[in-house]
Each structure stands twice: as structure tokens, then as C-alpha cells.
């Protein structure tokens, strides 16, 4: 179970950095489908490869706080994207 989760972890920190930097948040498929194959890759390195508690949970303590930062940017990146928008309401050219 430890190793799912440091797994899931570092997945979800690729992810969401992917998300953020490449702006994916309009597609979910590819989003979902990154995340499955990090996951896939990073549960399979650490049965076959790592040695057994080579990474431990602490690894998940430091993933998943980051995971959460990127969350929050991706968050604001979207609103200002939004705000930005001539069509969504925001005034570029002041009142």
C-alpha cells in the first residue's frame, strides 16, 4: 500500500505539472491519460527496480503539499485566462 501511494504521489506532481505548464486543464482526457501512464510507470519502477523502502512515505509528504501549489496555480492561471478575455467581461481598456 506504501508503494501505491508514493507512486500515486509522484504522479500526481507530474501531472499537475504538466497541467500548469502545457495550460491542459480544457482537456481531461489527456490529463487523466497522463496521469494513469505516470502512475503505471512509477508503481512498476518502484516494484521492479527500487529497493524495497529506497523511497519512503516521506516522499509522499513532499509531493503532495507541491501538488496542492500547482493546484492553486492552475487555479489562478485559469481566472486570470478568464478575466483576460474580451468576451468573458473583463474590461482590457478600462471603464
Do not use: K, Q
Amino acid at each position: 500500500m506504501e508503494t501505491f501511494v508514493i507512486a500515486a504521489s509522484i504522479a500526481l506532481l507530474l501531472t499537475s505539472a504538466f497541467t500548469f505548464r502545457f495550460r491542459m486543464w480544457s482537456r481531461p482526457g489527456v490529463v487523466g491519460a497522463y496521469f494513469l501512464t505516470f502512475l503505471t510507470l512509477e508503481y512498476l519502477a518502484e516494484l521492479l527496480f527500487l529497493p524495497s523502502g529506497a523511497l519512503g512515505l516521506e516522499m509522499a509528504y513532499v509531493c503532495l503539499p507541491l501538488v496542492a501549489v500547482f493546484g492553486l496555480a492552475i487555479l489562478a492561471a485559469r481566472r486570470l485566462e478568464r478575466s483576460a478575455r474580451p468576451d468573458a467581461g473583463g474590461s482590457e481598456h478600462g471603464p
